[in-house]
């Protein structure tokens, strides 16, 4: 069973750093982009940004590009999204998803919230 | 960037009747790589139809997608009490693959 654990929900105060994770199992996890969306409170999905964890290729949209940084960890099957300062309007929900043209399977949801 | 846009916004609906959802692309879809998703409170999305017209794995044949280029039209016949959610189309045919902003159908 193909199955995206997120890690958990996180609170933090501007101008701090975030990594949130996203592990993959039940399929090969380098056979697959993973894809990140946000969902910004009571608003739509946004797409971030994917990668290809065999060999890290990254796209990114212009809305986010330079604003957070994907990667991915071939050996725990893992992929994050990073921020090195954050602020009130990165609140929002964030899901990863798995790639196969389409986003087929989806994380839970890694709630992160900003706030002084 | 394609931009789609969807309409109406906002969908009031009886269960039993029918919801015609649309998503028009600024420019036209490549391959018609639209799919689209189905969102409820407090859920991540669930993908419905890919390949505009194609149902995934589990989902009612009363959900039915149209379309090529730049109309596409996302059905649902005979409305069942757990179909009112928000319904978001995406394209993933050139990057970034962007959604639409969604359609909530709503009980009336």
């Known amino acids: 069973e193909v199955q995206l654990v997120q890690s958990g929900a996180e609170v933090k105060k501007p101008g701090e750093s975030l990594k949130i994770s996203c592990k993959g199992s039940?399929?090969?996890?380098?056979?697959?982009?993973i894809g990140w969306v946000r969902q910004m409170p009571g608003k739509g999905l946004e797409w971030m940004g994917i990668?290809?964890?065999?060999?890290?290729?990254?796209r990114y949209s212009p809305s986010f590009q330079g604003q957070v940084t994907i990667s991915a960890d071939k050996s725990t099957s893992t992929a994050y999204l990073h921020w090195s300062s954050l602020k009130a309007s990165d609140t929002a929900i964030y899901y990863c998803?798995?790639?196969?043209?389409?986003?087929?399977?989806w994380g839970q949801g890694t709630l992160v919230t900003v706030s002084s | 960037e394609i931009v789609l846009t969807q309409s109406p916004g906002t969908l009031s609906l009886s269960p039993g009747e029918r919801a015609t959802l649309s998503c028009r692309a600024s420019?036209?879809?490549?391959?018609?790589?639209l799919a689209w998703y189905q969102q409820k409170p407090g859920q991540a999305p669930r993908l419905l139809i890919y390949?505009?017209?194609s149902r995934a794995t589990g989902i009612p044949d009363r959900f039915s997608g149209s379309g090529s280029g730049t109309d596409f039209t996302l059905t649902i016949n005979r409305l069942e009490p757990e179909d009112f959610a928000v319904y978001y189309c995406?394209?993933?045919?050139?990057?970034?693959?962007?959604f639409g902003q969604g359609t909530r159908l709503e009980i009336k």
């Open positions: 995406q394209q993933y045919g050139s990057s970034p693959h962007d």
């Open positions: 990668i290809y964890p065999s060999d890290s290729d990254t």
């Open positions: 039940g399929y090969s996890f380098t056979s697959y982009w």
């Open positions: 998803a798995r790639r196969g043209s389409y986003f087929g399977y």
């Open positions: 420019q036209s879809v490549t391959s018609s790589y």
């Open positions: 390949g505009a017209s």
